[in-house]
């Protein structure tokens, strides 16, 4: 297969190449057109689903922007209200249309010639947004648009101030690399204490988030906002039963490796104690690892290790740099977080992210440097919608990135001291996150499950979970107050609900993948160049088929898998 990223934008045939989306009176002829054209042959509904989709992609990358614009800058009123605007005013009046072009396309005789193969996971999604259509949750899911951006309003002004400077959360963050512990811990308490003043206002943003989404699921016929967000997520693939499998196996399999890794901690930093201010420390003597200095050199350092992987990698992000699709330091006022935005017309994404010249920015670049390629290779598809992955498989492609490149970090880090300590960082990252993500996803179980609950017995419930995926490695007395909001600072709760064990499953694939890496690096990137390359087009086991894995959340994959990771971390130690 031959790769290039000089993607091309998608020439426009039914819309104007000079329309912008300004309002929905203009809008509306477009979608006039396909609701009214008459489908009389094969090539008539071929050439209607073509059209659909360009106006897909006109919709989705308008709306992309909108976001993007706002997140990198949060303190701008033009940029909220353009994004609310499309939220309120154009958002809702797309949606009764895009039923009526799902049923169109359902109800007419000639969707049963189409090549089934081809078109088999699309017309599933049809069939289940069909499903779910509601008329009267069109007001309730655009004011959850809105309501959602409140997050990063909110986290986005949350600074502190260490040795005379103002520094955002994420900026601070890097203090608690230093060798100096009383400073670790005077800014550990600074961050967690800017948090708790904004505790009411996230506790009360997400008892209307929680009150507004139960509202939509009973609405479309569902007994909780759980079983309606698995259906509108497209989990055809597992079940709920299968997250608490998952749940167990971290239990069982990935907690004592975390009480290894955090004993070794320990022993390194020479205390009796470990306090979570220790978790990102070096030894005195050694300084925190320094990869980059500002967003220039990670973009240019990058490149490079993406080069030694695949060129191709490497390309993209040129070509995303040549777009000016990158927005990468952070800065008071930008919305918390990172991700890549893919924006279906233009077909190179938008990463968008808050470094600070730590190693966890270099996993972040990496991660988001996957996703992009991602994007990259499900440009050529037909249609928009074919280029609409699950997220299982989408994270496989950020997380293996993460362990793909290491062998080339080489391009960060000059001494191989140095490039062994990120490498550690990186596996006890890859293994870390397990608990966080089976937290985070059983809390949202109960939440959605227990729609009426007060906040007191959230707070209880989030306290019994986090102990349940705990171990005794760190000690956290006096710190209850700051552990009881712990869920604040994780935005996914609040602006993408239960998309989160999607990370979990994902790397699983990931470690899957690289152990194919460690045997035959050519082959493993091109299984999962071919799995990346097929989009939304097969099923999840099937696209984690052609990538050479097993789709399997069971305690004995998992251990095995952790086994494997164990392994590659004891030649590190």
Same mark, same amino acid.
């Given at each position: 297969?031959?790769?290039?990223?000089?993607?091309?934008?998608?020439?426009?045939?039914?819309?104007?190449?000079?329309?912008?989306?300004?309002?929905?009176?203009?809008?509306?002829?477009?979608?006039?057109?396909?609701?009214?054209?008459?489908?009389?042959?094969?090539?008539?509904?071929?050439?209607?689903?073509?059209?659909?989709?360009?106006?897909?992609?006109?919709?989705?990358?308008?709306?992309?922007?909108?976001?993007?614009?706002?997140?990198?800058?949060?303190?701008?009123?033009?940029?909220?209200?353009?994004?609310?605007? &499309?939220?309120?005013?154009?958002?809702?009046?797309?949606?009764?249309?895009?039923?009526?072009?799902?049923?169109?396309?359902?109800?007419?005789?000639?969707?049963?010639?189409?090549?089934?193969?081809?078109?088999?996971?699309?017309?599933?999604?049809?069939?289940?947004?069909?499903?779910? &259509?509601?008329?009267?949750?069109?007001?309730?899911? /655009?004011?959850?648009?809105?309501?959602?951006?409140?997050?990063?309003?909110?986290?986005?002004?949350?600074?502190?101030?260490?040795? $005379?400077?103002?520094?955002?959360?994420?900026?601070? /963050?890097?203090?608690?690399?230093?060798?100096?512990?009383?400073?670790?811990?005077?800014?550990?308490?600074?961050?967690?204490?800017?948090?708790?003043?904004?505790?009411?206002?996230?506790?009360?943003?997400?008892?209307?988030?929680?009150?507004?989404?139960?509202?939509?699921?009973?609405?479309?016929?569902?007994?909780?906002?759980?079983?309606?967000? &698995?259906?509108?997520?497209?989990?055809?693939?597992?079940?709920?039963?299968?997250?608490?499998?998952?749940?167990?196996?971290?239990?069982?399999?990935?907690? +004592?490796?975390?009480?290894?890794?955090?004993?070794?901690?320990?022993?390194?930093?020479?205390?009796?104690?470990?306090?979570?201010?220790?978790?990102?420390?070096?030894?005195?003597?050694?300084?925190?690892?320094?990869? &980059?200095?500002?967003?220039?050199?990670?973009?240019?350092?990058?490149?490079?290790?993406?080069?030694?992987?695949?060129?191709?990698?490497?390309?993209?992000?040129?070509?995303?740099?040549?777009?000016?699709?990158?927005?990468?330091?952070?800065?008071?006022?930008?919305?918390? $977080?990172?991700?890549?935005?893919? %924006?279906?017309?233009?077909?190179?994404?938008?990463?968008?992210?808050?470094?600070?010249?730590?190693?966890?920015?270099?996993?972040?670049?990496?991660?988001?440097? $996957?996703?992009?390629?991602?994007?990259?290779?499900?440009?050529?598809?037909?249609?928009?919608?074919?280029?609409?992955?699950?997220?299982?498989?989408?994270?496989?492609?950020?997380?293996?990135?993460?362990?793909?490149?290491?062998?080339?970090?080489?391009?960060?880090?000059?001494?191989?001291?140095?490039?062994?300590?990120?490498?550690?960082?990186?596996?006890?990252?890859?293994?870390?996150?397990? +608990?966080?993500?089976?937290?985070?996803?059983?809390?949202?179980?109960?939440?959605?499950?227990?729609?009426?609950?007060?906040?007191?017995?959230?707070?209880?419930?989030?306290?019994?979970?986090?102990?349940?995926?705990?171990?005794?490695?760190?000690?956290?007395?006096?710190?209850?107050?700051?552990?009881?909001? $712990?869920?604040?600072?994780?935005?996914?709760?609040?602006?993408?609900?239960?998309?989160?064990?999607?990370?979990?499953?994902?790397?699983?694939?990931?470690?899957?993948?690289?152990?194919?890496?460690?045997?035959?690096?050519?082959?493993?990137?091109?299984?999962?160049?071919?799995?990346?390359?097929?989009?939304?087009?097969?099923?999840?086991?099937?696209?984690?088929?052609?990538?050479?894995?097993?789709?399997?959340?069971?305690?004995?994959?998992?251990?095995? %898998?952790?086994?494997?990771? /164990?392994?590659?971390?004891?030649?590190?130690?």
């Amino acid at each position: 297969m031959t790769l290039s990223a000089d993607i091309k934008k998608i020439e426009r045939h039914f819309v104007p190449a000079g329309f912008i989306i300004t309002n929905w009176e203009s809008l509306e002829p477009y979608f006039q057109n396909l609701a009214e054209r008459k489908l009389a042959s094969p090539g008539a509904l071929e050439q209607w689903l073509k059209d659909m989709s360009e106006l897909e992609a006109v919709v989705s990358e308008d709306a992309c922007w909108r976001q993007i614009k706002m997140t990198c800058d949060t303190t701008d009123k033009n940029l909220e209200e353009a994004f609310t605007y &499309f939220c309120m005013e154009i958002q809702p009046k797309l949606q009764p249309y895009a039923d009526l072009l799902n049923r169109k396309l359902i109800d007419c005789p000639l969707t049963t010639e189409l090549d089934q193969a081809k078109y088999f996971t699309y017309l599933r999604s049809v069939k289940k947004n069909i499903d779910l &259509f509601r008329e009267a949750n069109i007001p309730l899911q /655009a004011e959850l648009s809105v309501m959602q951006q409140q997050y990063g309003a909110i986290a986005g002004k949350m600074t502190v101030e260490v040795n $005379g400077e103002e520094y955002t959360l994420q900026q601070a /963050a890097k203090f608690l690399e230093s060798h100096d512990r009383n400073l670790r811990e005077q800014v550990y308490r600074k961050i967690q204490e800017r948090r708790l003043q904004d505790e009411q206002a996230m506790h009360d943003l997400y008892t209307q988030l929680i009150q507004k989404r139960d509202e939509v699921a009973k609405n479309a016929g569902f007994a909780n906002y759980r079983d309606y967000k &698995f259906v509108e997520l497209g989990r055809f693939d597992y079940t709920k039963e299968d997250c608490y499998q998952f749940h167990e196996a971290v239990k069982l399999h990935v907690l +004592p490796l975390i009480e290894m890794i955090y004993r070794k901690k320990k022993e390194k930093l020479k205390l009796d104690t470990l306090r979570p201010w220790d978790t990102e420390a070096e030894p005195e003597g050694i300084q925190p690892l320094k990869p &980059f200095t500002d967003g220039k050199e990670l973009y240019e350092k990058t490149v490079k290790c993406f080069e030694q992987l695949n060129p191709f990698f490497a390309d993209c992000l040129r070509k995303m740099s040549e777009l000016k699709h990158f927005d990468l330091e952070s800065r008071k006022g930008k919305a918390p $977080g990172g991700y890549n935005c893919p %924006l279906t017309e233009s077909g190179a994404p938008f990463i968008f992210m808050n470094a600070a010249g730590q190693m966890s920015d270099v996993t972040t670049m990496v991660h988001e440097g $996957g996703h992009a390629i991602h994007s990259f290779l499900a440009h050529k598809l037909a249609l928009s919608a074919f280029k609409e992955y699950p997220m299982e498989i989408a994270e496989v492609a950020s997380m293996s990135m993460e362990l793909f490149s290491m062998d080339h970090w080489n391009a960060f880090f000059t001494n191989d001291a140095d490039l062994t300590r990120a490498k550690e960082h990186q596996l006890e990252r890859t293994i870390t996150i397990f +608990p966080w993500i089976a937290i985070i996803d059983k809390f949202q179980h109960w939440v959605y499950e227990n729609p009426k609950h007060t906040v007191p017995e959230r707070t209880t419930k989030w306290m019994e979970i986090l102990q349940e995926f705990s171990t005794d490695s760190i000690d956290y007395t006096g710190l209850e107050a700051y552990r009881k909001i $712990g869920w604040q600072r994780q935005l996914h709760l609040f602006e993408v609900p239960f998309y989160y064990i999607e990370y979990g499953i994902a790397q699983l694939g990931a470690i899957g993948l690289w152990m194919q890496y460690q045997l035959d690096p050519e082959q493993a990137l091109t299984n999962y160049i071919n799995a990346l390359s097929l989009g939304g087009t097969k099923t999840l086991p099937e696209l984690y088929a052609t990538a050479g894995l097993k789709f399997d959340l069971s305690p004995a994959h998992i251990k095995t %898998l952790m086994e494997f990771t /164990a392994k590659e971390m004891g030649k590190l130690y």
